[in-house]
């Protein structure tokens, strides 16, 4: 096709011509057309990654401290345990979700995810600075991570697999597991957001501070009531 009837997919209705435009102005426009697809791509990515922060917070805070769990203990242990596998599995599901391929299925029934492979293989990233690292990091640690948790998500998280169900073939990822893989995908996107954005740092949004309070404002009106009763 000839470059003054050139259409970037991304621009369906805007029909440029080159000899209008002028080749440099084009292919600046055309560049940042893409570098904004691809932020809000990232940003529309990082929305789920923050989501799994703020269940890791509040189930840490919940569940990893000593005081805190006795606390739970004396309060309600079958409630509070219900809503620790209601944490863990959320976390377990929306890690695979973010880590699942870039495309699945064949032919009609193909689709396309907004995954990590996705955002790594996007041009913009390919030529960034720190592209190799990042894919190193993703194809050394993170698709080995998720292994264990995929399988769980497949056999018993998302489906109750049957041979799976009468067997217990498939162990529980342990919190460990989890939380391995939470650190790689939060590198990843630290790394990305440094190396397209020019961010040294990934910031959360501004609800974890409420996911914070909400957890520690709980605890304590459970401390007190407990305390009323001794």
């Known amino acids: 096709m000839p470059l003054h009837q050139f259409k970037h997919p991304l621009m369906p209705h805007w029909g440029y011509n080159l000899m209008n435009t002028g080749l440099p102005r084009f292919q600046t426009i055309i560049k940042g057309q893409i570098m904004e697809q691809f932020r809000s791509e990232f940003i529309k990515a990082r929305e789920i990654f923050y989501e799994i922060k703020h269940l890791k917070l509040t189930y840490e805070q919940l569940y990893s401290d000593a005081e805190n769990r006795q606390i739970i203990l004396e309060a309600s242990l079958e409630f509070f345990r219900l809503v620790h596998w209601s944490f863990r599995d959320s976390m377990i599901l929306q890690l695979c979700k973010l880590t699942d391929p870039k495309e699945q299925g064949r032919g009609?029934?193909?689709h396309l995810n907004l995954t990590l492979e996705y955002l790594l293989k996007s041009d913009v990233v390919e030529k960034s600075g720190k592209y190799q690292e990042i894919r190193g990091l993703y194809e050394n640690r993170i698709t080995h991570l998720r292994k264990p948790l995929?399988?769980?998500r497949h056999k018993l998280g998302a489906h109750a697999d049957y041979p799976t169900m009468m067997s217990?073939?498939?162990v529980d990822p342990v919190e460990?597991?989890?939380f391995a893989l939470f650190?790689?995908?939060e590198k990843f996107f630290i790394l990305m957001n440094s190396s397209v954005f020019g961010c040294s740092s990934l910031k959360s949004s501004s609800s974890s501070?409420?996911?914070r309070k909400g957890a520690s404002d709980l605890l304590k009106i459970l401390k007190n009531n407990e305390s009323k009763h001794i």
């Open 108 to 110: 009609n029934n193909s």
């Open 150 to 152: 995929k399988a769980f």
């Open 168 to 170: 217990s073939s498939i």
């Open 176 to 178: 460990g597991e989890i």
């Open 183 to 185: 650190d790689a995908v």
């Open 209 to 211: 501070n409420r996911y």
